[in-house]
Every structure is written in structure tokens, then in C-alpha cells.
């Protein structure tokens, strides 16, 4: 009743996790575990999608986890979209994380290529998650030509600086009429449970993974920090005050003495 | 062996609650039990420790719970000391969360009056856990007259501002001998997830329970923030960057094709 | 040597300001005078070009000022284009500030319209100072179609809420290769004054004058403020740090008496 | 009129400077005359009051400047009031800052300490302006021992982070009875301007100062911020809005054709 549903596809986790900048396999694997996820996002170029024995892929139980392709170093609609046409001729479902990121520096979104792919591929039956700049006018345009989520960034990628566009992404969700999956930038369970209690659906998690002392036991701490925010949205938080008021309303029987 | 240890005493939970502003003892019964907590504050005025009948006291199962009064409406040392010695000569346990408060606007802790205070009740065998302002200088006062913690406030008592203290509260906890529980302002589980990944040893709450449209479920919310925070600050979280950095370093096949 | 040029022409100021939301045109004229400004934006709708009794223009010397019209209220690309190709027709110089904002609501920029009637407009001879949402890719985009400026948002249009986009107009302003002024959301002085320490090169202030008690005071404030900013930019500000630095290394001479 | 009257003398300028930490003395008053400041702190232990040859306080002009002295270093009351003694003794003005920093790493002020050197010197006839940590009980102590100022810490001394303790810094202005001076921390004339439009009366800067790269131009652009702040204060800024209002209310006319 509570699930997060993307395309018509149900999954009891709000938490999706990426794959990249990991130490090893194991660390992988373990953050994965640990967070409960059952979306893994990889990189098309990373992985080699048609060869059974790719060390990353084997790795990932593909019953337990739906493998989301994304387009990363794809640098304009043309490479994405050949991207992910690639990954459903190997027999991908047709999913696709879409990352059209023509700046090699900040890995940050190209609205207009974006855009451009996003139409593409949606009408050639991808279901299109977008990585986009917080730009609610943006996130407008990609549900209206059939996206099944926007994503967009806390911060730049691999940042760990949290919700910094939080203004922006309110106005997302206020707006939204699929889910909102804050993407980019979220370093640790304080910010994804910040991002949950303003009322998004999901949020992505990779670097603060791959970068942690232990990334097993991190998975597990950004799992609850999803389930905290999201169910504090759900029992309802109240307003933030200017002035302060007494948690101890008294009689005040001893002064009265 | 992760447990938070007061005063020789372990707790497994290391999210404290208040009993203030509820509208119903249910509701307070449902936060309390939703959060897991195990040490519980009452203020000493509002109830009446004598009294086997007193409404409030007798929904706290006191088996599960350590009761800790505390001297809310306190305006100064010797009102402070009065309040934990009723509390004590009532039968509660020597323990007393020291609050004294001269300012009925704010509810601001006063430094001086509560040192004072705290030397006393000390001398006297009182485990002291002393509310104060996010004052590093003090806390070390504090701490060498021998109190069990100290509790620096996050933001003013029920404004839900979160830990607005941040940057002092860093300096508390980096100085501290003895746990470092953050205490008021603090109005959702990313607050409380922020201050343990700080490194505070536990958190207060209140009011965010006692407003919210679902105590019960709010009381969850809390206990997994405060559990998220507390493991992602063990499995050590990686630094906040200025640049970006991909998440997915890619071989990049493609476009050398 | 330290002028404000747009499209080759030099300005003393950095501080553009809008006419909207003036509860008379003698505060609009106050606040314009206070400020110093050399640049001021008018809505095309809301004044009539043509009519040289308007009661708005007659009140803008326009010697004194270079009138910026806006195309405040366009939904789409082809109104804006019209709104502009009307203001020239009209005698205005070719100059215009690009607004495109489908959204009643927020006023947010439209990225994929506003890119569209850039294009057009900067073939056509305009000089174009569009304003967008803080999205460094597009501002890129817009730059590599020849806009004469780019004007990133600090916080939506009337909010006052500050530079809340602060992490992208900095990487805005470290790629540009034009003027960045900062559009929108500047409530106080010390907003102007931190987009102006980051780099900046101007700002454009509106509601923050129209709703002050005094607008020409307040315009005056907000002169000093970019100045301010400006000048420590040029001076070279020290970096912020983590731990406390004594401003007074001391001899300690009576210490050791 | 509009003056800054600290123990009913008048001061223009509403900026402090300090003098530590310059590279060299002509550095140090390029900056003070840059400022417009009329009140300058100096470390007692850094300076050889008695002495008439001493190089740094030959190079402050005494018909201009009043000479602050601060008790920097003092680690508590006893040696805090010892060195005031000294400065009177050595003929200055019976004006001190007062600090006390018993921890030699963060420089924070002791409260406790400080009350009670306030108390002393106040009886003994000095005008006391004590550095305090943000903290509003402390600071209605302080007034009510007859502290002439209050000046509470933005941030730590030297680190330039800005106004960190702001909502406590808010409180303290309303309920103040004397001039509050932000003290320490404030980095950019951003950050200045933000305390005066707080409502503060003055500002003390010393390290922004000494360690820009061109001190003298980076104390002009202070005492820019300080006066933007200071009018914007009495020019009534605008409320911060949740939502965006244009600034350009339109006739709609293109729309309706």
C-alpha cells in the first residue's frame, strides 16, 4: 500500500544504490545488502551486458535486484539513446536511468539533451528515469513527454553535500505527478532523510556508499534513514517555530508555595 | 558493547523522550514505546511522585523505563536543587535532568545558575545531566564538577529548527569526557540523524513527538534516525567535496569505438 | 578598468534594478536614484512604448538609465520573440531580458524556451540577458548561442530568500566567459554582497526595494552592499576554517612574570 | 542621530577593528583607516603601554582612534582584571574589551569567568564590553552587572564562517539593553551586513582584515557592508516568502489579443 511504484512496478524500498567507485566486488555487494535496495543502478560502459562471465555482473543477483542501465559519459542525446538501445538488444529489461552529462568536471545535466533523449526513448518504450538539475519548469516538460520519474540532484555528484537545492526540489515534488527520486550529492542518512521528509518517493545513493570506512554497515544506516524520513512524512512533522515553547506546560505548585 | 553508558548504567537505546505537550497519556504511551527509548524525563512539577494515582505516572511502566525527573520551570539554582531533592526524598532514583530556565520566553538554560546548581547536587550523590547552551567553555565546567553528560541544546526547546547550534555543538563533542546528548529544537529524524553522525552520544526529543499527527509512528521515525545516525557516524562517512567526482569511472568503449 | 560591459558598453554600477511591485512611481524613482543604477528593467506588457505619456516611462530619465525591457509574462518562446521584436519597433534599443516562465505560480524560468528564443533573438540582432534557473549546463548552452549575460536565480522571483542556489552559481560563474549577474530572490544587502564576493559581476534587485518601508534608502543599502561585495572579491577574502585562530599572538609576557 | 553611543559616547562608525595577525603595521592601518572605524582593540600583552617607542602603538593615531584595550590571553577573571588594572595604570581610558579564553585551541570565552571579571572591573569604575559565546541568559547577566556592551561570537575567532549562531544572536538583540556588537567570526562584509540587518549595533572584524590580500581595500568594503546593513535595518527589509510573487504584475494585454 506504501510501496514506491515506478511504472506500474512495485518495490517495498524507497532506496536505490549505484555501483560505481567501489572497492571491490564484496564492498559492493555488501553496501547493496545492506541497504535493502532492490534497484542497483550500472553503468553501460562499465559492465559488458552480453558476456556472462563480466566480474561486476555476476555479482549482482538479478532476481533479488532489477538491474537499472544508466547512461553515463553519455555526452548528448545521440550517445544516450545509443546507449540504451544497446543495453535492451542485450536483453535488459528496457529501463534506463538516463544521464546525458556533457561536462566532464561537475558531471552536471544537460536540460536540452535531456529532454531530447528522454522523448526518444520514451516512445520507443523505455521507461525513462531522468537525472536533471533541481529545474522544476524541466521536470515539468520530461512528465509531460511520458518520463516515469524525475531525478534530480542533491548536490553534484560525489559531493556528499546534501540537499543543497532543497527550494527547488519542494517545488518538484509539490508539482510532480510521478515519483521524485533525489539523485546526487546525498552523503549520509541525515540528508536522505531530509530529502524523504520534504516528501520525496525515493532517493539514489552511490559515493557515500563506495567511500565509506565499512559500505555494508553504511547501507544499513542509509536504510533507516530513508524509512525515518519517510515515515515521519507519513505521521505528519510539525512546523519549525520561531520562538520557543515549554515541552513542560506547568501547575507550578512550587513557586505558588 | 555499543551501548550508552551513564553513569555506569547501560542503555541500548540512545534516544531520549520527554512526557511534554501531549495531548492524551495514549499518546504519549504510543511515542514513548514507538521511539524504543528506555530513559524517559517528567517534569517534577507537572507530576505528582507521591501520589500512586496520579494520572501520568502511572502510564509510565517503570520497569521499562527509567523515570528522569527533571526541574523544568526552574529560575534558579536553589529552586533547581529544592526540585531534585523532592524528587529524591519521593523515592525516585538520584538521577535529575538539571534544567534551569529564568527567561519564561525562550526557556534559554542559565550558565551560571546551572553550575551552581550542578556542584551541589553532585556533592549530594545526584547523577546530574545538565541542560545548557551549546557552550563549549561551560560543558568543560560542567564536566569537572562531575556531571554524568551534558546536553546542549540543538535550537531553542520546541521550535522543531533542528541542530542550528552545529558548529559548537562539534567543539562539545570533540572536548567531552563524559556522553554528549543533544537536547531541544530538535523536530525530525534528519535532525537527530545529523547529531549522531556529529558523533553526539544521544538525543532528546520532545515536542516533534507531541505535535505530531501521529505520535506513535513519529516515535518510530525518531528511533530509526537516531539509529541511522549512530551507524553511518561507526561506518565512518566520507568528507563533503567541492568538485564533483563520478560515481561511475567508466572504461568509456564507446566512444572510442 | 573595473566597469560593469555588457555587449561593450560600460556601466559604473553593478546593481540593476527592476520597476515592478512600487506602491507609486515617486518610490520607484527613489529607490532607482538610491541605488545608483544604471541598467532598469521594465515588464513590456506593463508599459506602453509607443505612448510618451505612459505614466511609468515618463517618470524613467532616459538619459540616465538604459531602459531593459523584459519579457516578463511570456509563457513560450514565440511571445517572447514577439514581446521583444514589438520593443524595438518601438524605438527601444535592442536589448532585452529574457523571461520565460510557463509557471504562474513560481515564475520559474522555462530552460528549453528560454534557449529557443535566445537563439532567435540573438540572430536577429538583440542583445540578450536571459534569465534562468541556476543550471550551469545551460548557462553554458546559452553562452554558446551568444547571450550577452547569463542571470541565474539566487531563490525564486519575490521570495527574498537569499543566494539558496549558491553551489551552482559558483560553478556558473567559474565557467562563464559573460557577465553573471544574479537575477532574483535577493532580499537584503548582505544577499547582494555574498553574490558578489563569490564572483559575481552584478545583480539585479526588484521586489527587495519595492516592499521596503523606504525604498530609496533601502536602495541606497543595496548600492553599498554590491559595492561591498564587489570590493572584497577584488581584495581577496581569506578562506574560511575550521578551528578557532588567536587574532592576537601573544607574547604572553605577564604569564611568565 | 544616528549615532552608536556606547557609555554615552558617540561613535560614527558602527565597525571595530583589531589589530593582531597583520603582516605588518603599515598593512595594519591601511586597514583601519580603510574601515572608518573609530574604536581599535589592542592585546594588552602585545603592547608596551608605558612605552612611548613601543612600534605598534605609535602607529596608531590617539586623537582617532580610541584605544580598546582586550584582556586576549587571559585564561580567567583574576588575570582578565589584572591586566585591565595594568592598562588604566598605564594611563588608557578606563575601557576594556573583556576576554577570557581559558582553551588555547577555539579561543572561546568562559562564561562563568567572564561574569565575574565583568562584576570587578564594572565596580572599579571601567566601561566593560565582555566577548561572549551567543548565549542570551549570559548576556542579560552581564547587562545587569552593567556591562556598557554585550559583544557575542559569530563563529570562532579567525575562522570566517559568518554568523553561525544567528537565531541566538537574534534573541540577544530583543532583549538588549546595550549596544550588541557581533564579535569574531565574521569573514566578508556579507556577513557583517547580515548582523546589522539582524538588528545588531556593531560589528568587530580583525582577521578578514589581516589576512586579505589587500587589507586596506577590504576594510573600505567593511565599512560598506556595516552601513548597507545598518540602513537596510532602518530602511525595513521585506519578509522572506515561502512562495514566488512577480514583481511584474501585468495588464496581459498580448495574452488577450
Redesign the interface.
Known sequence: MNDLIIAGRHFHSRLLV????FSSNAAMVAAMEGSGSEIVTV?L??VDIDNPDDSMLSHIDRERYLLLP?T??ARDAQ?AV??ARLARAAGCEPWVKLEVT??P????????ET?KAAEILVKEGFVVLPYI?A????A??LQEVGTATVMPLG???????GL?????IA?IIE?AIVPVVVDAGL?????A??AM?LGADAVLV???L??????G??G??????V???R??F??????????????????????DK
Open positions: 549505484g555501483t560505481g567507485k553503468a560502459r562499465r544508466n553515463s559519459g550517445e545509443r546507449l556533457p561536462d568536471y561537475y558531471l552536471l545535466p544537460d536540460p536540452i529532454l538539475n529545474d522544476p519548469v524541466l515539468k516538460h548536490a553534484p555528484i560525489g559531493t556528499n553535500r543543497r537545492t532543497r527550494d527547488q517545488i508539482q552523503g549520509a542518512p541525515s540528508h532523510a531530509e521528509e552511490n559515493t557515500a563506495a567511500v565509506a570506512r565499512d559500505p554497515a553504511m544499513k544506516a542509509f536504510k533507516k534513514g524509512e525515518a524520513g515515515e515521519a507519513l505521521a505528519g512533522l510539525g512546523e519549525q517555530r520561531e520562538k520557543a515553547e515549554a515541552s513542560s506546560p506547568l501547575t507550578g505548585f512550587l513557586r
